[in-house]
C-alpha cells in the first residue's frame, strides 16, 4: 500500500514562502500524475496543482503565478514551492495522485498569518 508523507509546513508571514515535500513509499511516483490539495478549515479539499509524468505543470485558481510545483523521480519526492503566501492559503496541504487517489497521509499544517 502507497504511504505519503507530506512535510515543511510551518507558520509564516504574509508574502513569505515554503517549501513543502511529499515522499512516497515504492518508486511509484514518477509513473504517476501528481497533485498538491489543500483542506482549510470548514471547507472542502481542493487541488492546487499538478504535474504529470512528463514534468508538465498545471496551477489552478491563485496558486498561479505564486506556487511551482516540482518531482525529484529519484528521490521519489514530489514538491511544493510557495512565494508570495497570503492568508488565504492557510490550510492542511496533501500530495497523492490525481484522480485515482492512494490513501492520504496526514498533510503538513501551513498557517500564514502576521
Known amino acids: 500500500q502507497v504511504q505519503l508523507v507530506e512535510s515543511g509546513g510551518g507558520l509564516v508571514q504574509p508574502g513569505g514562502s515554503l517549501r513543502l515535500s511529499c515522499a512516497a513509499s515504492?518508486?511509484?511516483?514518477?509513473?504517476?500524475?501528481m497533485g498538491w490539495y489543500r483542506q482549510a478549515p470548514g471547507k472542502q479539499r481542493e487541488l492546487v496543482a499538478t504535474?504529470?509524468?512528463?514534468?508538465?505543470?498545471n496551477y489552478l485558481g491563485s496558486a498561479k503565478g505564486r506556487f511551482t510545483i516540482s518531482r525529484d523521480n529519484a528521490k521519489n519526492t514530489v514538491y511544493l514551492q510557495m512565494n508570495n503566501l497570503r492568508p488565504e492559503d492557510t490550510a492542511v496541504y496533501h500530495c497523492?495522485?490525481?484522480?485515482?487517489?492512494?490513501?492520504w497521509g496526514q498533510g503538513t499544517q501551513v498557517t500564514v498569518s502576521s
Open positions: 497523492n495522485r490525481y484522480g485515482n487517489n492512494w490513501p
Open positions: 515504492g518508486s511509484i511516483l514518477s509513473i504517476n500524475t
Open positions: 504535474i504529470t509524468s512528463g514534468n508538465y505543470k
